[in-house]
């Protein structure tokens, strides 16, 4: 238990329900914020007038990089005050939560099984699952694998499956299982984004900001960012992209979540996040050719790696509302948040425009003899 910190929230959150006592050290903390040039990925698009910035939530560590680990902060310690040494959680075939929690877990001594989201191809021949990707990772650090339906959803799917294999573990070998939600999304992860909002106040939210751009896929980040933007009295605006279901699933997992922490007779989730349809392209986990193209022309452009699954998605989104829908944003000055996933991005679904593009740029020059003429 040596790793247990005790946790003391941000004052202006002292008086929630449910403040986790514990959490560990994991992330690399006060990520750095940069003007970020979109513009010059895109010089057509008319969004000249907004000044873009954004919060680097993807250098949170090397192979514990992106959101989930400041939600795993809480959850992991969480886990070990109640003397769990097995982990089970849930995602897609490439989920970034499913890889940071499998990593992190490892470094403290815990393992996991990743309850894993595919297609019925997948599910009928193992051998294609593959070490690609966030699935390498989790290979790495010999996690258990248990593919189910790709269509299958947490509560009435996922999780009696879960109770099912922690009773067994528990009468058969002793281990005691801790279940964390998809994306950590909870209100003990949802601390993970308290504290990131605190980080942001620190870094000049309030004076160098009108609006904040973050992806929505489980809602917990949401959560936290929204809810202490509420608490702390804050004018800035919150925006969420939907890159999975829609705006009302993703209000009504904030609202419960404010149920839970008995602030519902205070304040709705609509009163405290714009949450943004119309940008999930085919579906969670799914691209597009222009969604393909969009990051890489971000990649060459600004240097910054967007993964195929959330945050291309969400960029795309906030693009396209900046030119199309400019009332939407409260000010000129535009925050937007990068989760990560940066492992995603090596699934090989990009190999092909890759490919094509180095054919057509001679990107790939084969030099052997330094006397030769170097033809670029």
């Known amino acids: 238990m040596q790793n247990l910190l005790r946790y003391t929230p941000p004052s202006w959150a002292s008086q929630l329900r449910s403040i986790p006592q514990y959490y560990v050290k994991l992330a690399q903390r006060s990520t750095p914020i940069n003007q970020w040039n979109l513009q010059s990925a895109f010089p057509d698009r008319k969004i000249s007038n907004f000044q873009i910035y954004i919060k680097r939530d993807d250098m949170t560590g090397s192979v514990l990089s992106g959101n989930k680990v400041r939600k795993l902060e809480f959850l992991l310690a969480d886990a070990m005050h109640n003397k769990c040494n097995i982990i089970l959680t849930a995602g897609g075939i490439q989920s970034n939560h499913c890889r940071t929690t499998a990593v992190a877990a490892r470094q403290l001594g815990l393992s996991t099984g990743l309850f894993l989201r595919c297609d019925e191809d997948v599910r009928s021949n193992v051998q294609l699952v593959g070490c690609q990707g966030n699935v390498f990772l989790n290979s790495m650090v010999e996690s258990k694998i248990y593919l189910v339906e790709r269509k299958a959803q947490f509560v009435p799917d996922i999780l009696p499956k879960m109770r099912i294999l922690a009773n067994h573990l528990q009468s058969t070998t002793g281990d005691k299982c801790y279940m964390v939600p998809i994306g950590g999304s909870n209100t003990v992860g949802l601390f993970g984004y308290i504290e990131c909002f605190k980080e942001l106040i620190e870094q000049g939210l309030f004076e160098h900001f009108d609006d904040i751009v973050v992806t929505v896929g489980s809602g917990g980040t949401t959560c936290g960012l929204a809810l202490s933007n509420y608490l702390t009295g804050s004018k800035v605006k919150l925006h969420a992209i939907c890159i999975c279901s829609d705006s009302n699933y993703f209000y009504q997992h904030i609202d419960d979540t404010l149920e839970s922490l008995q602030l519902n007779d205070q304040v709705k989730a609509r009163d405290i996040v714009d949450i943004i349809d119309g940008y999930a392209g085919l579906g969670y986990g ?74 057509k740029n001679v990107h790939v020059v084969n030099w052997a003899d330094y006397q030769e003429s170097l033809n670029v």
């Open 286 to 359: 799914l691209s597009t050719q222009d969604e393909i193209k969009l990051s890489y022309d971000v990649s060459r452009s600004t240097g910054i790696i967007l993964d195929p699954v959330y945050n291309t998605k969400a960029v795309n989104g906030l693009l396209h509302e900046l030119e199309n829908n400019p009332q939407r944003f409260q000010g000129r000055r535009i925050l937007y948040v990068h989760t990560g996933g940066i492992f995603g991005s090596y699934d090989g679904r990009l190999n092909g425009l890759l490919e094509q593009e180095r054919n």
